[in-house]
């Protein structure tokens, strides 16, 4: 990339991520928007392929990837979850994952042996775009090599479904939502016995023509090879250039019932940092680790406070060293009790009947006074970063960002800012000192008003190194980092639920406030996601579950 092209991608996270005023002021209204699209896409004409409802209410694994488990795959992964009846219709579905006003701007395509697929949710079906076998084409477009998948699904954005209120901002939006949903599919597929392999990074023109999307108005995002082994992954020795594999491929035009608004007209700044991180070359892809902490240091295992959980003597477990400053690049702070992770048994819950129960709480996220154990939610998170296949981070790497959790009421562990150790588990104090029971506060105070934070259990804020993103993937790297930071907030919110916690995410906050919050002094260390946790009342709405018809 040259100095001009990369400029495009990181003034983009400048005035999505740091200027929220810059980034709201072209926000159009949900309600009576004549750009408002389906809340569905639509293909005419084409071969239709129904999928069973009889799912199992339990995911178990599965050895071979045949008509019942993908149906598994696909109702878990991205089906509908539950329907709500209001008195204006605006947010009537929802899904396994999370969405910014439901809208779900992101498209689903399954590539197997019999052809190329989208994903129809609404009648859990699939529409035929391509007979044939094509997995070896998106494979070799993601620089991957071994075994043929057993299927590769590829996540798209369709940007005029979410740009129709929120414009240029959108981009950010969908990468989210993107990696949101590649965090749902790694989970479920590893429930069933598959691995999937994240690629953020591959040759678009190929891809986009194979599936007969319009690069400008959705693209391509992920592309994710399903195997049953781990060993069947690997980076190919040789490489390839769009032109190449484009040149393969005859053109389709599959019939879509078009709605909603042009992008490529109403958005000029999302389309110019789209088109900036399309690439064209193989040889062209990098991965690398960020430089976070260097957490060497040792912890006593912390005495339980008069709370009844893990707390800190005051003398045991005092760090020394940069582990326990919990500031990216700061210096270390003397005299920092770091908490150390203490023995917990913690409840195993299926992730069927979690994803069945997760939600982001009413309109109005409005926490009740509630007993959650932290020990328990502490012990869900420590593991929520490893075992990620991705291709932005050498083999064997954590999900490339820090967790961060502010304690508001959680038993066990004393209100105040931590960063969550990705070694050993343990909590380190950050932020201000003395932050303690401001600690949400502080939150609150940078987050525009809307959410209620009396009562919050917890707020989990995802750091990722701007300066990794962009220096290691261009302006690509916008993509990546949000998209790995989405997959992370999925497990996040999983683990809430697990617990019966709502996990609401929230954009809605200023960068800069939260950076101080949480203790970072560097501004390439940005909380590029914030999710509350909290045990939350019901809403006014009518929401009905959308159950499966279970397997005898």
Same mark, same amino acid.
């Given at each position: 990339?040259?100095?001009?092209?990369?400029?495009?991608?990181?003034?983009? +996270?400048?005035?999505?991520?740091?200027?929220?005023?810059?980034?709201?002021?072209?926000?159009?209204? /949900?309600?009576?928007?004549?750009?408002?699209?389906?809340?569905?896409?639509?293909?005419? $004409?084409?071969?239709?392929?129904?999928?069973?409802?009889?799912?199992?209410?339990?995911?178990?694994?599965?050895?071979?990837?045949?008509?019942?488990?993908?149906?598994?795959?696909?109702?878990?992964?991205?089906?509908?979850?539950?329907?709500?009846?209001?008195?204006?219709?605006?947010?009537?579905?929802?899904?396994?994952?999370?969405?910014?006003?439901?809208?779900?701007?992101?498209?689903?395509?399954?590539?197997?042996?019999?052809?190329?697929?989208?994903?129809?949710?609404?009648?859990?079906?699939?529409?035929?775009?391509?007979?044939? #076998?094509?997995?070896?084409?998106?494979?070799?477009?993601?620089?991957?090599?071994?075994?043929?998948?057993?299927?590769?699904?590829?996540?798209?954005?369709?940007?005029?479904?979410?740009?129709?209120?929120?414009? #240029?901002?959108?981009?950010?939006?969908?990468?989210?939502?993107?990696?949101?949903?590649?965090?749902?599919?790694?989970?479920?597929?590893?429930?069933?016995?598959?691995?999937?392999?994240?690629?953020?990074?591959?040759?678009? /023109?190929?891809?986009?023509?194979?599936?007969?999307?319009?690069?400008?108005?959705?693209?391509?995002?992920?592309?994710?090879?399903?195997?049953?082994?781990?060993?069947?992954?690997?980076?190919?020795?040789?490489?390839?250039?769009? /032109?190449?594999?484009?040149?393969?491929?005859?053109?389709?035009?599959?019939?879509?019932?078009?709605?909603?608004?042009?992008?490529?007209?109403?958005?000029?700044?999302?389309?110019?940092?789209?088109?900036?991180?399309?690439?064209?070359?193989?040889?062209?892809?990098?991965?690398?680790?960020?430089?976070?902490?260097?957490?060497?240091?040792?912890?006593?295992?912390?005495?339980?406070?008069?709370?009844?959980?893990?707390?800190?003597?005051?003398?045991?477990?005092?760090?020394?060293?940069?582990?326990?400053?919990?500031?990216?690049?700061?210096?270390? *702070?003397? $005299?920092?009790?770091?908490?150390?992770?203490?023995?917990?048994?913690? =409840?195993?819950?299926?992730?069927?009947?979690?994803?069945?129960?997760?939600?982001?709480?009413?309109?109005?996220?409005?926490?009740?006074?509630?007993?959650?154990?932290?020990?328990?939610? +502490?012990?869900?998170?420590?593991?929520?970063?490893?075992?990620?296949?991705?291709?932005?981070?050498?083999?064997?790497?954590?999900?490339?960002?820090?967790?961060?959790?502010?304690?508001? #009421?959680?038993?066990?562990? =004393?209100?105040?800012?931590?960063?969550?150790?990705?070694?050993?588990?343990?909590?380190?104090?950050?932020?201000?000192?003395?932050?303690?029971?401001?600690?949400?506060?502080?939150?609150?105070?940078?987050?525009? %008003?809307?959410?209620?934070?009396?009562?919050?259990?917890?707020?989990?804020?995802?750091?990722?190194?701007?300066? +990794?993103?962009? #220096?290691?993937?261009?302006?690509?790297?916008? &993509?990546?980092?949000?998209?790995?930071?989405?997959?992370?907030?999925?497990?996040?919110?999983?683990?809430?639920?697990?617990?019966?916690?709502?996990?609401?995410?929230?954009?809605?906050?200023?960068?800069?406030?939260? &950076?101080?919050?949480?203790?970072?002094?560097?501004?390439?260390?940005?909380?590029?996601?914030?999710?509350?946790? *909290?045990?939350?009342? %019901?809403?006014?709405?009518?929401?009905?579950?959308?159950? %499966?018809?279970?397997?005898?």
């Amino acid at each position: 990339m040259t100095g001009a092209e990369d400029g495009v991608g990181r003034e983009f +996270w400048r005035i999505s991520l740091e200027d929220l005023a810059v980034a709201m002021e072209t926000r159009q209204s /949900e309600y009576g928007n004549p750009d408002e699209p389906l809340k569905f896409k639509i293909y005419r $004409g084409r071969p239709r392929r129904p999928l069973t409802t009889r799912v199992p209410r339990e995911l178990t694994e599965v050895t071979a990837l045949d008509e019942p488990a993908l149906s598994t795959l696909l109702r878990y992964g991205y089906g509908i979850s539950r329907q709500e009846f209001d008195t204006d219709g605006t947010w009537p579905y929802h899904r396994m994952v999370a969405s910014a006003r439901c809208l779900f701007g992101v498209q689903l395509y399954v590539c197997t042996a019999d052809g190329v697929h989208h994903y129809d949710a609404p009648h859990h079906a699939l529409v035929q775009l391509r007979d044939e #076998d094509h997995r070896r084409l998106l494979a070799r477009a993601a620089g991957a090599a071994g075994a043929l998948p057993e299927a590769v699904f590829v996540l798209s954005g369709l940007f005029s479904k979410t740009a129709y209120i929120y414009r #240029d901002y959108a981009y950010r939006l969908c990468t989210q939502e993107a990696g949101l949903l590649t965090g749902n599919i790694d989970l479920v597929a590893r429930s069933m016995g598959l691995r999937a392999h994240v690629h953020h990074q591959f040759v678009d /023109e190929p891809v986009h023509k194979l599936l007969g999307l319009d690069h400008d108005e959705e693209p391509a995002l992920v592309v994710l090879p399903l195997h049953f082994s781990a060993s069947g992954i690997r980076r190919s020795p040789v490489p390839q250039t769009a /032109e190449t594999l484009a040149a393969t491929i005859d053109p389709i035009e599959p019939a879509v019932v078009r709605s909603g608004l042009k992008v490529a007209q109403a958005c000029p700044t999302l389309t110019k940092v789209n088109r900036a991180s399309l690439r064209t070359d193989t040889a062209t892809f990098h991965d690398a680790a960020p430089a976070f902490h260097s957490d060497t240091t040792t912890s006593a295992t912390a005495e339980p406070d008069a709370r009844g959980g893990a707390g800190g003597s005051g003398e045991a477990g005092v760090s020394s060293g940069s582990g326990g400053s919990g500031t990216p690049g700061g210096a270390a *702070a003397s $005299g920092v009790v770091l908490l150390s992770l203490p023995a917990a048994d913690v =409840p195993e819950v299926g992730l069927a009947d979690v994803l069945r129960a997760r939600d982001s709480g009413p309109g109005v996220f409005r926490p009740v006074a509630s007993r959650v154990d932290g020990i328990e939610l +502490w012990a869900r998170l420590a593991r929520v970063r490893t075992g990620v296949t991705s291709d932005a981070v050498p083999a064997g790497g954590p999900v490339p960002l820090e967790v961060y959790l502010t304690v508001g #009421d959680l038993t066990g562990i =004393p209100p105040g800012c931590y960063r969550l150790d990705q070694d050993t588990g343990a909590l380190h104090p950050s932020g201000p000192a003395g932050s303690g029971t401001d600690a949400i506060t502080a939150i609150e105070r940078v987050t525009i %008003p809307g959410p209620v934070f009396r009562h919050m259990n917890a707020v989990v804020h995802l750091v990722g190194d701007r300066d +990794w993103a962009f #220096d290691t993937f261009g302006d690509r790297g916008y &993509r990546v980092i949000n998209q790995e930071a989405g997959l992370l907030a999925h497990r996040v919110c999983v683990a809430a639920a697990a617990q019966g916690l709502s996990g609401r995410i929230v954009n809605a906050y200023h960068a800069e406030g939260v &950076r101080a919050a949480l203790g970072l002094t560097e501004r390439r260390h940005t909380p590029v996601f914030q999710i509350l946790l *909290a045990r939350t009342a %019901p809403g006014g709405r009518v929401i009905v579950p959308v159950e %499966p018809e279970a397997v005898e």
